[in-house]
């Protein structure tokens, strides 16, 4: 029913289809990424995209990826898209050699969940990097 696929975010019509899905997402509520960094993914119900997520070295934890973004289209909730999409992430992690996947959530409750469904726990970083209230996940990939 569903494909995920690591794409080409040099492609300019995949880099039009990550901001589409991205807008569609995350509304004004987050700065667009830089698709041309990273490792990114696209999750296919038939021919259309719905779902995506991407991950970059962490600048914040050594040796680890920083889950950048992860969006799923509304009417495609609840099927585990996301739980599958962090998978994805941590294959690569583990392939390229990292230790963890770091990530981060504010005020949004359904990620945290599946961030714990997915066994990441929360953790306090060195040098926190976003807002006093932001929640730090990590789950570790050895």
């Known amino acids: 029913m569903y494909r995920i696929r690591i794409v080409d975010a040099s492609d300019d019509d995949v880099v ?3 901001s589409d899905l991205h807008q569609l997402t995350f509304f004004d509520a987050a700065a667009m ?8 993914w ?3 119900h ?5 779902a995506f997520a991407g991950v970059v ?4 934890a050594r040796n680890s990826g920083y889950f950048a ?27 390229i050699g990292w230790d963890s996947i770091v990530s981060d959530t504010t005020n949004n409750p359904v990620s945290a969940n599946n961030f714990i469904q ?12 976003a807002w ?4 730090y996940w990590r789950r570790s990939l050895r």
């Open 16 to 18: 039009d289809t990550l």
């Open 33 to 40: 990424p830089q698709f041309d960094l990273g490792t990114w």
């Open 42 to 44: 696209l999750a296919y």
């Open 46 to 50: 038939g021919d259309d995209a719905i």
């Open 57 to 60: 070295p962490s600048t914040h």
């Open 69 to 95: 973004r992860v969006g799923v289209v509304q009417r495609h909730w609840g099927r585990g898209l996301q739980l599958r999409l962090m998978r994805a992430v941590e294959a690569r992690g583990r392939r």
């Open 118 to 129: 997915a066994g990441y726990r929360l953790y306090e970083p060195e040098v926190p990097w």
């Open 132 to 135: 006093s209230h932001t929640l």
